[in-house]
């Protein structure tokens, strides 16, 4: 299992879920409608460290952040 | 990376760094203070930061501050900040000015740009996300 985490305004609890890859998580993100405004402006963490690529691949207690656009000062 | 609930006692922390400074023989010091604007209505700017990815993203700035010999400083409010308070103050600290002129202009587009922080309108003691005034991180988008 790892757990995907929406951070700042998304306003959404965390979720756990099965995936092998951010391609998964990606896929089932989907699936969710109250998400559909987010997924295209967010960036991803895995782990706490920025990441770009769907082909990374996950393992149990895995922790992904997602992040909305940011505006800080 | 200094981090405070509330707004920056700017003095305070502008002189610190400063004492911390004086023997570093740094011949520039370039501060830059970021004050909450009375427009809108807004009685106050509120901010969330998320404290793992920011400091990641503030240590590669220092380093690539280092490489030019120079040192980046930054302090940020968390929460409720009113306006005409200050929320986010930073400096670079450089042997010469041009380095740090160069660097407080880079450092700060880039602050706005990537560390992951929220900023909401406060109106009526409500906090309404300033999703007009955000921009997407580097990479956003991989999970669309």
Same mark, same amino acid.
Not at chain 1, 35 to 40: K, M, P
Not at chain 2, 53 to 62: E, G, Y
């Given at each position: 299992?790892?757990?995907?985490?929406?951070?700042?305004?998304?306003?959404?609890?965390?979720?756990?879920?099965?995936?092998?890859?951010?391609?998964?998580?990606?896929?089932?993100?989907?699936?969710?409608?109250?998400?559909?405004?987010?997924?295209?402006?967010?960036?991803?963490?895995?782990?706490?460290?920025?990441?770009?690529?769907?082909?990374?691949?996950?393992?149990?207690?895995?922790?992904?952040?997602?992040?909305?656009?940011?505006?800080?000062? | 990376?200094?981090?405070?609930?509330?707004?920056?006692?700017?003095?305070?922390?502008?002189?610190?760094?400063?004492?911390?400074?004086?023997?570093?023989?740094?011949g520039a010091y370039i501060p830059f203070v970021g004050t909450i604007r009375a427009e809108d209505d807004i009685e106050a700017l509120s901010f969330d930061?998320?404290?793992?990815?920011?400091?990641?993203?503030?240590?590669?700035?220092?380093?690539? =501050?280092?490489?030019?010999?120079?040192? %980046? #400083?930054?302090?940020?409010? $968390?929460?409720?900040?009113?306006?005409? &308070?200050?929320?986010?103050?930073?400096?670079?600290?450089?042997?010469?000015?041009?380095?740090?002129?160069?660097?407080?202009?880079?450092?700060?587009?880039?602050?706005?740009?990537? =560390?992951?922080?929220?900023?909401?309108? %406060? #109106?009526?003691?409500?906090? $309404?996300?300033?999703?007009?005034?955000? &921009?997407?991180?580097?990479?956003?988008?991989l999970l669309a």
């Amino acid at each position: 299992m790892i757990k995907v985490e929406f951070l700042g305004p998304i306003g959404k609890a965390p979720m756990e879920m099965e995936a092998a890859t951010l391609a998964d998580v990606s896929a089932k993100l989907k699936e969710d409608s109250t998400l559909t405004q987010w997924l295209d402006k967010c960036a991803v963490a895995l782990n706490d460290t920025m990441v770009n690529d769907l082909s990374t691949a996950l393992k149990d207690g895995d922790r992904v952040s997602i992040l909305p656009p940011v505006c800080g000062g | 990376m200094e981090l405070y609930n509330g707004p920056l006692d700017t003095k305070e922390i502008f002189g610190r760094w400063l004492d911390e400074q004086a023997e570093s023989n740094y011949g520039a010091y370039i501060p830059f203070v970021g004050t909450i604007r009375a427009e809108d209505d807004i009685e106050a700017l509120s901010f969330d930061i998320y404290k793992p990815v920011l400091q990641q993203w503030f240590d590669a700035w220092q380093e690539k =501050a280092k490489a030019l010999g120079a040192v %980046v #400083k930054m302090a940020h409010s $968390i929460g409720d900040v009113p306006v005409h &308070t200050s929320s986010y103050v930073s400096a670079v600290f450089s042997p010469k000015r041009r380095v740090a002129l160069e660097l407080i202009d880079e450092f700060v587009e880039d602050f706005k740009a990537n =560390a992951p922080i929220w900023k909401y309108d %406060v #109106k009526n003691g409500e906090r $309404i996300y300033a999703a007009d005034r955000s &921009t997407p991180m580097c990479g956003s988008g991989l999970l669309a």
